[in-house]
């Protein structure tokens, strides 16, 4: 592993340069993933199925040294408890509410989840790009003379 500022700097666009001619036209989206890496920063990859997204994450995440890596697949039926771990019953006889984290996102450097708008709200199984667009776009607001009348309110 590189320890000066520059040898880093070269490995990172090595990576970069090697990733972005493995997944073709995803050059942005690779700069994007280790920038986020370097920062530190969450990064949420949105796309049609079959374009590569986990595949790209997991190649990139695969060269952090020292990393402990977490994945899952959610669906809407993915109990919480999965990420976060359950609640450690023999405490809970000995009147102490904890959770066991060992092996759950919370004790990782990396974690990977999956198809993460599946879990958002029910209704959006027939169109799955409802939900990655209720998350990133802004919700329209309707004119209040357009609003059903129980939800007018008082008007002076």
């Excluded at 198809?115 to 802004?138: C, H, N, W, Y």
Aim: charged letters at 30%; proline letters at 6%; one cysteine or more.
């Amino acid at each position: 592993m590189p320890t000066n500022p520059q040898d880093t700097a070269a490995a990172l666009r090595a990576i970069t340069a090697e990733r972005s001619e493995a997944f073709l036209e995803r050059t942005a989206v690779v700069r994007a993933l280790v920038v986020a890496l370097l920062a530190g920063q969450h990064s949420l990859l949105l796309g049609p199925p079959g374009t590569a997204k986990s595949e790209l994450a997991r190649e990139l995440t695969s060269r952090v040294d020292g990393a402990r890596y977490w994945e899952i697949l959610l669906s809407k039926f993915t109990d919480p408890k999965r990420m976060f771990g359950p609640v450690d019953v023999a405490a809970l006889t000995r009147g102490e509410y904890t959770q066991v984290f060992a092996g759950r996102a919370t004790q990782c450097e990396i974690a990977f989840i999956d198809e993460i708008f599946k879990m958002l709200r029910r209704g959006t199984e027939r169109d799955p790009g409802a939900a990655q667009r209720a998350a990133v776009s802004p919700r329209k607001r309707r004119r209040p003379d357009r609003l059903p009348a129980h939800r007018r309110g008082v008007r002076l």
